[in-house]
């Protein structure tokens, strides 16, 4: 089964509807994100740690960021993926996050002795009955055969378990899912009680180094409009 291109649903017409302000080269964020000064926003591992940081229970959102997300992804489902997402409900505070997991695959079905996947996500962590795997591409193209042996490794870890597991894979690029991550992030801020300076640094990043959303303006009406871009309504933190 493939990936679901998570954000393809809205992302097109989230981008085409965006305020004026938008289109006139305003950054979303003002001049600070957290990858672009240290040459990292292009640096798929390091964006796989950041969103393993904010997605893990025991992150600055708690479990806000990963209760919106598992949102979106349920959204690409042909059923909605109803039955899924209360099991991601219920544990997402209790879920376990794995950014660079390597798994040992066995010949001649594989295609490597071992697949190293970008983000591998299990709940509840004890007796998981959902997992989900998230592989993320930003420059870089996919593999021969890359996703073939993750269905390989979602085979042996499935095989383990006793009882059903869902498995949920999305494939995260630019283009389409990162969309949805913005938001997805956006919105976990403004549930959260406490605010993030390390949530709101990244999220800049993602706006204007892979959404590709330019800097100069930093007016409050300005940030109003970019921040309803992503989903929430602007307020003073």
């Known amino acids: 089964?493939?990936?679901?291109?998570?954000g393809e649903h809205r992302g097109q017409s989230v981008w085409r509807d965006r305020p004026r302000v938008l289109r006139d080269r305003e950054s979303p964020f003002g001049t600070e994100d957290l990858l672009g000064p240290i040459g990292c926003h292009d640096h798929e591992p390091t964006h796989t740690l950041a969103l393993a940081h904010l997605l893990?229970?025991?992150g600055p959102l708690g479990?806000?960021?990963?209760?919106?997300?598992?949102e979106a992804i349920a959204?690409?489902?042909?059923?909605?993926?109803?039955?899924?997402?209360?099991?991601?409900?219920?544990?997402?505070?209790?879920?376990?996050?794995?950014?660079?997991?390597?798994?040992?695959?066995i010949a001649p079905t594989a295609h490597?002795?071992?697949?190293?996947?970008?983000?591998?996500?299990?709940?509840?962590?004890?007796?998981?009955?959902?997992?989900?795997?998230?592989?993320?591409?930003?420059?870089?193209?996919?593999?021969?055969?890359?996703?073939?042996?993750?269905?390989?490794?979602?085979?042996?870890?499935?095989?383990?378990?006793?009882?059903?597991?869902?498995?949920?894979?999305?494939?995260?690029?630019?283009?389409?899912?990162y969309t949805d991550v913005?938001?997805?992030?956006?919105?976990?801020?403004?549930a959260?009680?406490?605010?993030?300076?390390?949530?709101?640094?990244?999220?800049a990043t993602i706006a204007k180094r892979v959404l590709g959303l330019p800097s100069n303006d930093d007016t409050r009406s300005a940030r109003a409009a970019r921040l309803a871009y992503v989903g929430g309504v602007y307020r003073d933190r």
């Open 75 to 105: 959204a690409r489902k042909p059923d909605g993926g109803r039955d899924a997402l209360d099991t991601a409900r219920r544990h997402s505070a209790a879920c376990e996050v794995v950014a660079e997991r390597a798994e040992k695959l």
């Open 1 to 6: 089964m493939a990936p679901s291109p998570l």
């Open 112 to 177: 490597r002795a071992s697949v190293r996947t970008d983000l591998w996500i299990e709940l509840p962590a004890r007796r998981p009955e959902l997992i989900v795997v998230i592989e993320n591409k930003i420059n870089a193209l996919e593999g021969t055969s890359q996703l073939p042996d993750y269905d390989r490794a979602i085979e042996v870890r499935v095989a383990q378990l006793s009882g059903t597991c869902d498995v949920w894979r999305v494939f995260l690029t630019p283009r389409l899912a």
């Open 63 to 70: 479990n806000a960021f990963a209760n919106e997300l598992f």
């Open 56 to 58: 893990a229970p025991t």
């Open 182 to 190: 913005a938001i997805a992030l956006r919105r976990a801020m403004l």
């Open 192 to 203: 959260h009680k406490k605010s993030s300076v390390f949530a709101a640094l990244y999220l």
